[in-house]
């Protein structure tokens, strides 16, 4: 028998079905065909190459990795390949919302499912929605995530599973997957059962006494004494407690605490829009209406901002600040909000319409709708409860494949059997979790054919894509460990175990001094700690107390031991410890099933042998030290595997001799130096760079082909001068520390400096792009000024306008008149010819008008000639005291003459 190997829609090849070839099909998890298999002949299966297995595709997603081995006889070719399903295909694409990679969507479990099916089918077409409960509406946030990691996130929102049907394209979300059978399964000849064994999974955290806890939202003022959570009378409820009053109900369980938390049960209203405003984009205020309203919202607003959270519609998962209520029309006037994107909402685009549902935060409520949120919450912890107030049970079957073949069974994942077995005291409805059972199966059984399956009392997530979702949204406080690199690195362990044996010494001889040894290679660590740490906190001194202990849950993914059929990656619950003995030490391990990937932590006083204890792993993590004399404990991990071959070390992490500085190579994280100087990456921040409190260098600079184009410097050499940043080969450009700018030429706005510069000016009172207008109807480029104050101007144009209006009569002896000058000109240095003076002070083309007194002084050595004979080529006309127009005569610069009342 084959399967036909397809690439590009043809057949290229042809997969030999051997008899546990086999197919591991897991609730919310695995789907895939992993084959393990030596021929004679090389295998054509490219990654994208696939099989058809009940109507389903099964793909190549990761490289294979054949093996050649033999002699001159023939050679063999030993491959190992996973074929899987359309699921892995969900990993391809990442979640996007609007293009955003991390946003909150709102919304129920159908439009949930769209979103992942509308991101899906952009790279890989036929995606659709199957059936979705309507279990209300819930902000669901999503971070980096994975079309595939979404799945879970979702189902884990709402307490719901996932499934793929039809062809495995299309997602169902629904309370429970599967389906309710009449089948019974006992153990022995004819009863469906080779072997049956179970195990307690999570003993420790049966819950008999639960506690309810709602959100803080929405509580009436002075709630229940001042409680900040939502509770139901009586606070907790209870189940399966021994009581010694009434020994009918059986013993069972002492009291053990536990707390139910729901922050999305609040007292709520479900009202729903009648009319709306019409959208005004320049208004920052917009109204709705709710003429079921049954009470004056006035009276129920609280110190809180009282607002309106949308729960259908264009606006859903928004919410709008409430500024009035009008009980009369039931008009709610709200505040236009902003989304993430800058854009106003509503807008002509995207608004409420009449039914869109909505509810009230942030304000207080009615009695009624605080007792009708409080026996929801009671309802949910009762549910809680009943689920956690017995302990968890996990089966592990193998099935009799000629009995499962006889009564046409095929068990999936999620389907309810009823298991039988007098003597352990069983008999109970539970549902599979995970199937594994030939390729050939029913048309082939052999003496080699095995069906087995792991049936639960509970959903055991067991999966690393779990693993993912999970860490997904924690990841900037703990470092993830994804599918491939965890596969990678595992890959990696197992090549390096092969490795130790088949190093040999080419050299033949094994040099030994007195203190040295030449091997080729050195490995240290054991298999069975071989493993690394997901999402895993560990707490020595707890709560300031030297004698505890707290570690949280977290994943185990081991490098060598795995369970055939699930994988490597157990899921570890939490644990704590109070009392220990100061003087002691302790061995801390993970216990470990040997048949399902789940485990809690424990210490012991002696060391555990990896299989010291019947059906678990002991996982040895660590050594917690006695307390000492600073009066505390530490924590030193013993797991991981290092490496020396060759030229290379691989290792976990390197760190010096007080673990302060190290390199973390698995998370891909290191530190340098204290809190207060030093560098890290990946620790303060994920993915970047940090550097604390130091300078890099006392100058950075920039430059190209052997040049210096810029530079930054900390060095303080000039004081107040000392440059801060230059440009420029000789500095052209610097900012100094006092602030100060200097620049030997630019361009500030249309403003430019030139080598000649502008120096000397006091005060730039304003400048102006192109031109000013004054009130006037003046023009000006620009003004400079001292006092100014605008006033009238005449309606001319003025390249520029200089003033100095300061009103200061006196200097500051108080006697010596103050002089404004609004502009000093001089021209000296040149060489001085009588009657040929070289230096100009100011050259002006065209007439010059002078309101006020001018000061002239007599060129040294000039006698012109009288008045006679000249006439007017240029005049300087200002007013005299008894306010005449007087006139000075100016020829090339010089005055020659002055006449009253002449001329124009």
């Not at 006889?73 to 190992?80: D, E, F, P, V, W």
């Not at 300031?544 to 699930?566: C, E, F, P, W």
């Not at 003995?581 to 424990?602: D, H, I, M, Q, R």
């Not at 302060?660 to 207060?676: R, T, V």
Request: glycine share 10%.
């Amino acid at each position: 028998m084959y399967l036909p190997i397809y690439f590009n829609n043809q057949i290229v090849s042809q997969l030999p079905v051997y008899d546990d070839l086999a197919i591991n099909w897991e609730l919310m998890g695995a789907n895939e065909i992993p084959v393990d298999i030596e021929l004679p002949v090389p295998l054509y299966c490219p990654i994208g190459a696939y099989v058809i297995y009940n109507n389903q595709r099964y793909t190549i997603n990761t490289s294979p990795s054949p093996q050649v081995s033999g002699d001159a006889s023939g050679l063999k070719y030993k491959y190992t390949i996973v074929f899987e399903s359309y699921l892995y295909k969900l990993y391809d694409k990442k979640l996007k919302h609007l293009n955003n990679k991390t946003f909150d969507f709102y919304g129920d479990l159908q439009s949930l499912c769209y979103l992942i099916v509308q991101n899906i089918n952009t790279i890989d077409s036929g995606w659709s929605v199957g059936f979705c409960d309507d279990l209300g509406l819930k902000t669901v946030s999503f971070d980096k995530h994975t079309c595939r990691t979404a799945l879970d996130t979702c189902a884990e929102a709402f307490g719901v599973e996932w499934y793929l049907s039809g062809t495995g394209k299309t997602i169902n979300f629904v309370k429970q997957a599967g389906s309710l059978t009449t089948l019974v399964f006992q153990y022995g000849r004819r009863k469906g059962l080779y072997s049956l064994g179970y195990q307690y999974q999570s003993d420790k955290n049966i819950v008999t006494r639960a506690f309810g806890y709602g959100s803080s939202r929405n509580l009436p003022k002075n709630y229940r004494d001042g409680a900040t959570e939502l509770m139901f009378d009586g606070f907790y409820l209870e189940k399966n407690v021994y009581k010694n009053d009434d020994p009918a109900k059986g013993v069972l369980y002492d009291v053990k605490e536990g707390d139910y938390v729901n922050e999305d049960i609040y007292p709520k209203i479900d009202g729903h829009v009648t009319a709306v405003s019409v959208v005004d984009v320049k208004s920052t205020t917009f109204t709705i209406t709710d003429n079921s309203l049954t009470f004056d919202l006035n009276n129920y607003f609280s110190s809180d901002t009282p607002k309106v959270g949308f729960t259908s519609g264009q606006l859903q998962g928004q919410e709008f600040e409430i500024l009035s209520y009008n009980n009369t029309s039931k008009v709610i006037k709200l505040k236009v909000a902003t989304d993430a994107a800058g854009n106003s909402l509503p807008n002509a685009t995207v608004n409420t319409v009449v039914g869109d549902a909505y509810t009230l935060f942030d304000m207080y409520l009615p009695d009624e709708v605080v007792k009708a949120a409080e026996a929801l919450l009671k309802a949910k912890t009762q549910e809680w409860l009943n689920e956690n107030c017995v302990p968890r049970v996990l089966y592990n079957l193998e099935l009799d494949p000629l009995y499962a073949r006889d009564n046409n069974i095929m068990l999936k994942p999620g389907d309810k059997v009823t298991v039988k077995h007098d003597a352990l005291g069983i008999n109970a409805l539970i549902r599979v979790t995970s199937i594994s059972y030939p390729v050939n199966f029913p048309n082939v059984i052999t003496p080699n054919t095995k069906i087995t399956a792991t049936i639960a009392n509970f959903i055991p997530y067991t999966t690393t894509e779990r693993v993912i979702s999970d860490t997904i949204d924690n990841q900037h406080d703990i470092k993830v460990v994804n599918r491939t690199s965890a596969e990678k690195a595992r890959l990696n362990a197992l090549n390096l175990k092969k490795l130790q044996s088949r190093i040999f010494n080419p050299d033949g001889t094994l040099f030994t001094g007195t203190d040295s040894l030449v091997a080729g290679m050195a490995t240290f660590g054991y298999d069975s700690q071989n493993f690394n740490l997901n999402n895993v906190t560990f707490s020595p001194n707890h709560g300031a107390d030297v004698n505890a202990l707290t570690i949280s849950g977290g994943q185990l993914i081991h490098r060598i031991y795995k369970i055939d059929g699930l994988g490597y990656t157990w899921t570890v619950e939490p644990n704590e410890w109070t009392g220990l003995n100061p003087a002691k030490f302790y061995y801390v391990y993970a216990k470990c099933s040997k048949v399902a990937l789940t485990g809690t932590w424990e210490i012991s006083e002696t060391p555990v042998n990896a299989n010291d204890i019947v059906g678990y792993y002991a996982f040895n993590v660590g050594i917690l030290y006695e307390v000492n004399t600073d009066g505390y404990r530490d924590f030193e991990f013993t797991k991981g595997m290092t490496y020396i071959v060759g030229d290379q070390i691989t290792t976990g992490r390197i760190k010096d001799i007080t673990g302060q500085n190290y390199f973390d190579l698995n998370a891909g994280e290191f530190n340098l130096g204290d809190s207060d100087n030093g560098l890290d990456w990946n620790i303060t921040k994920p993915a970047t760079l940090t550097i604390r409190g130091f300078t890099v260098a006392k100058v950075v600079q920039v430059g190209s082909a052997g040049l210096i184009n810029a530079r930054i410097s900390g060095i303080t050499d000039k004081g107040s001068q000392s440059i801060r940043f230059a440009a420029g080969a000789n500095d052209e450009f610097k900012v100094l520390d006092d602030g100060s700018m200097v620049a030997t030429k630019g361009k500030i706005g249309n403003f430019n400096i030139d080598d000649g510069g502008l120096s000397n000016v006091s005060n730039i009172d304003a400048y102006v792009q192109q031109i000013k207008t004054f009130p006037g109807g003046g023009q000006a480029g620009f003004k400079i000024g001292t006092g100014f104050t605008q006033g009238e101007i005449s309606k001319a144009t003025y390249a520029a306008y200089i003033v100095n209006n300061e009103n200061r009569q006196f200097e500051a002896d108080g006697t010596t008149p103050h002089t404004n000058v609004a502009l000093y000109v001089e021209a000296s240095g040149a060489l001085d010819i009588p009657g040929l003076n070289l230096n100009i002070a100011a050259i002006f083309k065209g007439g010059v008008n002078i309101t006020g007194r001018i000061y002239t002084q007599k060129e040294p050595g000039h006698t012109g000639p009288g008045w006679d004979g000249f006439g007017w080529s240029g005049n300087v006309v200002y007013k005299g005291g008894s306010n005449e127009n007087r006139h000075l005569t100016v020829i090339n610069g010089l005055i020659v003459g002055e006449a009253e009342g002449v001329g124009p």
